[in-house]
């Protein structure tokens, strides 16, 4: 070990605090316990020269202290500047897995900067309690300028010591230091001063294995902890006295300083970190409270895919709303955090988390709706501006409802270029608002329901008189769009009272209008029209309803209920597959970190019946319901050893929806859960035998086996979390947001199933007897609300097919299926031109197989920022185009890098390495729009 002149063995000593923010009590009530925690550390630091504080890599901890003391800014920089207070980098320490990648990013981007205002961040990736570590980590760390991390839970066996190199699939890799026996290490030294000598000793002996002649690092502070006020008084009088050991105080940062660079033998590890080997991994927090993980899903989609890449191209530049977007980020990642995301917290910090993604949401929403409403400005009444958010050229579903003369027997709609498409009509809208009788001299009482011209959430255009039949003729559009509504209503009015005592016959009647659903194509990134023309067009790829209401067709897939009311799946390439989507239900007698069968489980597979019905037939949608009733157990028996004999009739609804042109049949799965202490499962077979499994997540396509290393007495199960996809043996499932998925042996001839979890139900935070766990993992306290009672639905796509998930074309699929076309109706006077200029022109394309589009946004000085993925793990070449003038590489954290070449057209190619995620920055000739447009004044509607 590392000696001092005495010959002693350093020791450097870590105080600190793990502050969950919100956890087992909600966020306002430990923030009262971090002001006084972080009250005392600066009082120490103000009087004592000798101690310091690393305060737990989150900046959260900084703002949450200064919300309340904003008077303690200037003394929390002055001891970031001094180095004896450690802050960051991260805005909060997150989960890893259960976030996008985007998500990680931003944390450590937003962290960094706010860090930035006090001195610095600690230049340590600090990652304590995460439940394991993401493959593509360690890039992340070296995009952002990170040569070291710092890590707990998830480190594999075969990491002996405590430093170790961890790589990225790209190759890209940190200094890991591992702590042994958790961030706490150290926390309970200062327990009996009176013992301290011996209990240095102790820790000494205990960490030599781990450390050999390198300096220890002993972590002070665990949960939530303070550090004893006369901390550095007991160190000095250790140091007298200790003869084998000096302990002196430091920060992470000093020690990671302080430590000898990685050595020659020191352990490798490649990829994520999830094992169980050393410590809990708690992989069961994927399914715990999946509403949370559908609304991350939600709000980190709006923001990633749509609000920032279609504003940042169809916007101007003076109008890139930054605050609106650093505030739904902040909710985004604030909700990140580990025992918020992962759902392990109790009901009203839930209710607080979904709050936060909600108001994310709405912000993100609100502004992917304004970026189309601008666009929709150069485009007519009457027609319909399409968005693309994908950064090729593809079509998609849109489905409108316009304005089309009764008696048109077939519609299709226009393309800018003249093309028509197909459409299928989905439903009519009710023409007749209102038909009443009404004397002449009581037309007010007619009048009372307008405000303006509002009237039943339609515009009032125009009336009609014949005879002493008054027809008021309303739309959901304002035609004209200018109108004198009290000189309209002064004519109506003097008209009826001039036959007072008469019967009038009074109806609103509202333009006949149908909705459409058709396949649009729309360019890359950019946006295109259609308009209602009479007749039919062409439908390529048509979907098409088969045999006798069982089965569902196109050109690329085939799928047939079977009497049980699983699916046949035939892809054209000849890729089969029977028996999709049996629903099992087990007992769960574990919590939300854990899922643990009772003793003597029950599971219920069995349909009691099964029914099948279809309403869409083609040509763009075709859809079956299976409705299949399960009798499930209403709970466990009060010991848990069992399931309990009542059971609760459940009728789990499965929609199969087919589209043209698509390969892969759209899933949706929805149930009323009655039933507590459960799991429910959807079961994949799949075409071929495999023993891995590929997930998509985080920046990384990430091989998995069947089961996980375990060692630390937690069941090592094969439960993974996945973010955009799942593939095995020919068989991709396409998510919309996180899930659960296990890789199991089954029935199929393959031998082998992806069983998808569609709901965990649980009821405690932490149980202490676990039949699946040994070390509790927090409080036993009660959360009712995650036995998720209540109504639920899960969304994914099954995209059967050839090969490996590179060849099946895996990636370009979830692509689709991830990102709907974004609509707006048009919003130009009716005989504005057409086709409007820029329509169905492309904005920003990227070519490159397999190379995932992250985030595109506006950066400072007209520039954007784009961040590109290669998920394979061979190099690729990808182009970006669209009228790009310069270009230069950036940082994860946005600092540019040096230029890039763009070639005369505007092009600029990007040579990616297997595994890379590359952030670059582009200057474009602009053709975004003024957004005047974006006010909201063109509805009809008015306050009541
Ligand atoms: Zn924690």
Request: charged content about 25%.
């Amino acid at each position: 070990m590392t000696t001092d002149t005495a010959g002693r063995t350093t020791i450097h000593l870590v105080p600190h605090t793990h502050w969950d923010r919100e956890w087992y009590r909600p966020f306002q009530s430990f923030r009262m316990q971090l002001v006084d925690l972080v009250d005392r550390v600066l009082d120490m630091l103000d009087t004592e020269p000798a101690f310091a504080f690393t305060l737990d890599g989150q900046l959260a901890t900084v703002d949450d202290y200064l919300e309340i003391r904003p008077e303690g800014e200037a003394r929390i920089r002055s001891h970031v500047r001094s180095g004896r207070l450690a802050i960051g980098p991260w805005q909060i320490l997150m989960d890893e897995f259960l976030v996008s990648g985007e998500t990680l990013v931003r944390n450590l981007e937003m962290g960094w900067a706010r860090a930035e205002d006090f001195g610095g961040p600690m230049r340590v990736g600090y990652l304590p309690d995460m439940f394991g570590h993401v493959a593509q980590m360690p890039q992340i760390l070296r995009g952002a300028g990170l040569a070291d991390a710092v890590v707990w839970r998830g480190i594999p066996a075969v990491i002996d010591r405590h430093a170790f190199r961890w790589e990225a699939p790209d190759g890209s890799w940190v200094r890991a230091e591992y702590l042994p026996a958790g961030y706490g290490n150290a926390a309970h030294l200062f327990a009996a001063p009176d013992g301290l000598e011996g209990a240095a000793q102790r820790f000494v002996e205990w960490a030599r294995p781990w450390f050999g002649d390198d300096p220890v690092l002993a972590m002070y502070g665990t949960d939530h902890t303070a550090p004893v006020p006369e901390l550095a008084g007991l160190l000095s009088r250790l140091n007298e006295v200790q003869e084998a050991s000096m302990m002196e105080i430091s920060t992470l940062a000093g020690y990671i300083d302080a430590a000898p660079p990685l050595r020659a033998d020191a352990p490798r590890w490649r990829g994520e970190m999830r094992s169980g080997a050393r410590a809990n991994v708690l992989m069961g927090v994927a399914s715990a409270r999946i509403d949370i993980k559908q609304a991350a899903g939600r709000a980190e989609t709006l923001l990633e895919r749509y609000a920032e890449p279609l504003i940042a191209l169809h916007v101007a530049a003076d109008a890139w709303p930054e605050p609106f977007l650093r505030l739904a980020w902040r909710k985004v990642v604030e909700n990140s955090a580990h025992d918020s995301i992962c759902g392990c917290s109790v009901d009203p910090v839930v209710a607080q988390v979904l709050v936060r993604f909600a108001e994310a949401q709405q912000i993100a929403g609100t502004l992917a709706r304004r970026a189309a409403a601008t666009v929709a400005l150069a485009v007519p009444r009457g027609a319909v501006a399409v968005l693309n958010p994908t950064p090729a050229t593809r079509s998609g579903l849109v489905e409108a409802t316009l304005a089309v003369p009764d008696d048109w027997k077939a519609v299709s709609l226009e393309l800018p270029d003249g093309t028509r498409i197909a459409t299928q009509e989905l439903s009519r809208t009710r023409r007749v608002l209102l038909e009443t009788d009404l004397r002449g001299n009581a037309v007010d009482e007619l009048f009372r329901r307008f405000h303006g011209r509002e009237i039943f959430d339609h515009a009032w255009n125009g009336y009609r008189i014949e005879g002493r039949t008054l027809t008021l003729e309303v739309d959901t559009d304002p035609d004209p769009a200018w109108l004198d509504v009290d000189g309209l209503r002064a004519e109506v009015m003097a008209a009826m009272r001039a036959a007072p005592d008469d019967a009038w016959h009074v109806r609103i009647l509202a333009r006949p209008r149908r909705t459409l659903a058709a396949s649009v194509p729309a360019p890359a990134l950019g946006w295109t029209a259609v308009r209602p023309v009479e007749g039919s067009g062409g439908a390529d790829g048509a979907a098409r309803l088969v045999s006798d209401g069982r089965g569902l067709a196109n050109d690329l897939l085939a799928v047939d209920v079977s009497a049980d009311g699983t699916l046949r799946l035939r892809a054209a390439d000849g890729t089969e597959i029977g028996g999709v989507g049996r629903i099992v239900d087990g007992g769960d007698h574990g919590d939300s970190y854990n899922y643990g069968p009772p003793a003597s489980d029950t599971i219920v597979t069995e349909a009691a019946s099964v029914a099948v019905d279809s309403d869409l037939a083609g040509p763009v949608r075709g859809r079956l319901t299976v409705r299949r009733a399960y009798d499930w157990p209403l709970g466990l028996v009060a010991d848990g050893s069992a399931r309990s004999g009542e059971t609760r009739r459940t009728e789990v609804v499965t929609e199969i929806e087919l589209r043209a042109g698509e390969p892969f049949v759209r899933v949706r799965v929805a149930f009323d859960n009655q039933s507590d202490d459960h799991r429910v499962r959807f079961h994949v077979p799949l075409p071929r035998a495999s023993d891995t499994s590929v997930a998509e997540g985080q920046f990384a396509a990430v091989t998995r086996t069947m089961t996980g290393e375990g060692g630390y007495h937690e069941e090592p199960l094969g439960t993974y979390p996945a973010h955009g996809w799942i593939d095995a043996g020919g068989m991709a499932v396409i998510l919309r947001h996180l899930v659960e998925y296990e890789l199991a042996a089954g029935d199929a001839p393959s031998g082998r199933e992806l069983a998808i979890t569609l709901l965990r139900s649980t009821g405690l935070i932490s149980r202490n007897e676990n039949p699946y766990r040994q070390d509790p993992a927090g409080p036993e306290i009660a959360i009712p609300d995650a036995q998720m009672r209540g109504s639920w639905e899960m969304s994914f796509a099954l995209h059967p097919h050839g090969g490996a998930w590179t060849d099946g074309g895996v990636a370009a699929v979830a692509e689709r299926y991830r990102h709907d076309l974004l609509t707006a109706t048009g919003s130009a006077p009716p005989d504005a031109e057409w086709p409007p200029a820029d329509a169905g022109d492309p904005a920003l394309t990227l070519d490159g197989r397999h190379v995932a589009f992250s985030s595109l946004r506006r950066r400072a000085d007209g520039w954007l920022e784009a961040r590109l993925v290669n998920l394979a793990d061979s190099p690729v070449s990808a182009t970006l185009r669209g009228s790009i003038t310069d270009a230069r590489f950036a940082t994860l954290r946005g600092e540019p890098g040096r230029s890039l070449e763009v070639d005369g057209q505007g092009n600029l190619r990007l040579d990616l390495g297997p595994a890379e995620i590359l952030s670059v920055q582009l200057r474009r000739t602009e053709t975004a729009r003024a957004t005047a447009a974006v006010l909201d004044v063109s509805g009809p509607r008015q306050g009541a």
